[in-house]
T-cell receptor, first 111, second 114 residues
Framework: GQQVMQIPQYQHVQEGEDFTTYCNSSTTLSNIQWYKQRPGGHPVFLIQLVKSGEVKKQKRLTFQFGEAKKNSSLHITATQTTDVGTYFCAGRNNAGNMLTFGGGTRLMVKP | DGGITQSPKYLFRKEGQNVTLSCEQNLNHDAMYWYRQDPGQGLRLIYYSHIVNDFQKGDIAEGYSVSREKKESFPLTVTSAQKNPTAFYLC?????????????FGQGTRLTVV
């Protein structure tokens, strides 16, 4: 079945440093989604990427979808303490009927 | 207000007891999912349903059961066969298809075995 791997599992950064999490799928995806889960909360949708090679930005967050539509990354520039949480990628298969989550990357930011 | 509601927020279960977690959505979504999250870990799929009266096992279905009698509702029963049920349970729903298919999550239920 479809598998989605995410690295790293944990990341500690100093406030102001950049952060990147990577997502790799075992199969080609129709789209990739990113979610953020604050400590004690539930995952909240951030963005969806659909096209091969697509790049989208949300303020300090940059999302990329690979050319082969099997990998993706989320980059945060100049992290802030409000960025703390776990970031999940989720890949939807080509048939559109399965959404598989990666294991998440837990970001901790030291002020 | 459209959304997805889980109840209760906290649940305590005695060993050997079955408990049922509620999940209701008024988003008119066909697809609904149950995930288990252990502390500091990712989301593991328990069961999913893409249509009323049909559901499929996920990666960790043993010790759990579900029903999908109505589009709006997807309750999860944690049975006594689940040996380590203490966890955070998340329900989600989404539209089917490839576009605009983000998952909406409920607030979660924290289940503790006492």
């Amino acid at each position: 079945g479809q598998q989605v791997m995410q690295i790293p599992q944990y990341q500690h950064v100093q406030e102001g440093e950049d952060f990147t999490t990577y997502c790799n799928s075992s199969t080609t995806l129709s789209n990739i989604q990113w979610y953020k889960q604050r400590p004690g909360g539930h995952p909240v949708f951030l963005i969806q990427l659909v096209k091969s090679g697509e790049v989208k930005k949300q303020k300090r967050l940059t999302f990329q979808f690979g050319e082969a539509k099997k990998n993706s990354s989320l980059h945060i520039t100049a992290t802030q303490t409000t960025d703390v949480g776990t970031y999940f990628c989720a890949g939807r298969n080509n048939a559109g009927n399965m959404l598989t989550f990666g294991g998440g990357t837990r970001l901790m930011v030291k002020p | 207000d459209g959304g997805i509601t889980q109840s209760p927020k906290y649940l305590f279960r005695k060993e050997g007891q079955n408990v049922t977690l509620s999940c209701e959505q008024n988003l008119n979504h066909d697809a609904m999912y149950w995930y288990r999250q252990d502390p500091g870990q990712g989301l593991r799929l328990i069961y999913y349903s893409h249509i009323v009266n049909d559901f499929q096992k996920g990666d960790i279905a043993e010790g759990y059961s579900v029903s999908r009698e109505k589009k709006e509702s997807f309750p999860l029963t944690v049975t006594s066969a689940q040996k380590n049920p203490t966890a955070f349970y998340l329900c989600a729903s989404s539209k089917p298809g490839r576009m605009n298919t983000e998952a909406f999550f409920g607030q979660g239920t924290r289940l503790t075995v006492v």
